[in-house]
């Protein structure tokens, strides 16, 4: 465990096995949800399907507590997992976005 108090601390390498290791569990539902968000593409705010399939993947998620329609913006959503401990804070931001392009 990383001490966050701890100067020395070698951030991110203290993490990078733990996160690495994680994502390579999950990584068949995110590539689910990546291919299911890709076959329905949205534009400007009217992202319900994607809005819709990931905060039901985080709300079956152990310890992940949603809000949906986050800010007054019907697509926008919180996912939070909170363990308890004292430490480090990991945040992720993240816009929809497609490119419209004719060809």
Known sequence: MVDPNNATS???N????AISSRI???????????LSIHDHPELGYK???AHRVLTEYFSQQDGWQVTSSA???K???IAVH??????????????????????
């Open 24 to 34: 390579n569990e999950i990584s068949r539902d995110l590539r689910t949800l990546s």
């Open 75 to 77: 697509t926008a959503f």
């Open 47 to 49: 992202e319900f399907h």
């Open 10 to 12: 070698s951030w991110p």
């Open 82 to 103: 909170d363990t308890g401990r004292k430490g480090s804070v990991v945040s992720f931001n993240a816009e929809y976005g497609m490119l419209y392009s004719r060809w």
């Open 71 to 73: 800010y007054d913006i």
């Open 14 to 17: 203290d993490y990078l096995p």
